[in-house]
């Protein structure tokens, strides 16, 4: 995953989501995390942690 900005700085997870309380099913949750460009210092917000590849996946509401 790199950078929009400078396009080639390298993104850092600076904050993972925490699991909600409670939580069972902890394999299935897919948590947020924030990032930032080691490079320009861009931080993005709200980027998928627990996703692997895709990143269009939606969270099931369903079973919320
Ligand atoms: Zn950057």
């Known amino acids: 995953m790199f950078c929009k900005e400078c396009k ?3 993104l850092d ?3 993972v989501e925490k699991y909600p309380e409670g939580l069972k099913d902890k394999i299935a ?3 947020l995390c924030d990032v930032q460009c ?3 210092g861009k ?3 709200s ?3 627990d996703w692997g590849k895709s990143i269009n996946e939606v ?3 369903k079973n919320g």
């Open 8 to 10: 080639n700085g390298i």
């Open 13 to 15: 997870v600076i904050r």
């Open 29 to 31: 949750y897919q948590r």
């Open 38 to 40: 080691l490079s320009c």
């Open 43 to 45: 931080i993005y917000y």
């Open 47 to 49: 980027q998928p942690f």
């Open 59 to 61: 969270r099931d509401l």
